[in-house]
């Protein structure tokens, strides 16, 4: 099946710094990439929207100086945190579509961020 | 919102019971699927159910969806402790974003 990796799996920085995460589409051509938030006990919430050669659109609050994304290739899309605080600590999952499967959206494992 | 809300929130049960969790949602969507969340890990796509069916199966699990009550179920049958985990469902809206509901946290006791 489809597959989606993230790397880092885990990453541990401190505040103030910035931290990149890729997502990659390992067997296919992602047209769109979406990237979510988990804190813990908590669902899944989705921070933006990206396709392939144009802007994100972010969802309401989510502030995008921020939360950078780059969606430059249709396998590659990366998440940058910038000046990271600890609040910004969470499990950053992202998912991509292309054209094919039975579901259309396949998700990374995702990638745990502790800011200290 | 368009969230789609899940009762209940913790079940606890013992090996070998049913577990039933429903969701709830308030949009419309073009279909809806169940994953699987173990602790800090990853999710795990269990099954989807497009707008225009009404129950699926995949081994041990039954989902069924109602687009007039705007409800869905997941039902599994003879659990094991394996099957401890969150269950989230997960809409697709005709906005084209996939969009989670808070899930439900199930303890399955050996």
């Known amino acids: 099946g489809a597959v989606v990796s993230q790397h880092p799996s885990r990453v541990i920085c401190k505040s103030g710094t910035s931290v990149k995460i890729e997502c990659r589409s390992l067997?296919?051509?992602?047209?769109?990439m979406f990237w979510y938030r988990q804190f813990p006990k908590q669902s899944l919430m989705l921070m933006a929207t990206s396709n392939e050669g144009s802007k994100a659109t972010y969802e309401q609050g989510v502030e995008k100086d921020k939360f950078l994304i780059n969606h430059a290739s249709l396998t590659l899309s990366t998440l940058t945190v910038t000046s990271a605080h600890p609040e910004d600590s969470s499990f950053y999952i992202c998912?991509?579509?292309?054209?094919?499967?039975?579901?259309?959206?396949?998700f990374g494992p995702g990638t745990r961020l502790t800011v200290t | 919102s368009q969230q789609g809300e899940e009762d209940p929130q913790a079940l606890s049960i013992q090996e070998g019971e049913n577990a039933t969790m429903n969701c709830s949602y308030k949009?419309?969507?073009?279909?809806l699927q169940w994953y699987r969340q173990n602790s800090g890990r990853g999710l795990v796509h269990l099954i989807l159910?497009?707008?225009?069916?009404r129950e699926k199966h995949s081994g041990r699990l039954r989902v069924t969806l109602d687009t007039s009550k705007k409800s869905s179920s997941l039902l599994i049958t003879a659990s094991r402790a394996a099957d401890t985990a969150s269950y989230f469902c997960?809409?697709?809206?005709?906005?084209?974003?996939?969009?989670f509901g808070p899930g439900t946290s199930l303890s399955v006791i050996p």
């Open positions: 998912s991509a579509r292309g054209l094919r499967g039975s579901y259309e959206q396949y």
């Open positions: 159910i497009r707008s225009n069916e």
């Open positions: 067997d296919f051509q992602a047209t769109t």
């Open positions: 949009t419309s969507i073009n279909n």
């Open positions: 997960a809409l697709k809206t005709s906005y084209d974003k996939v969009i």
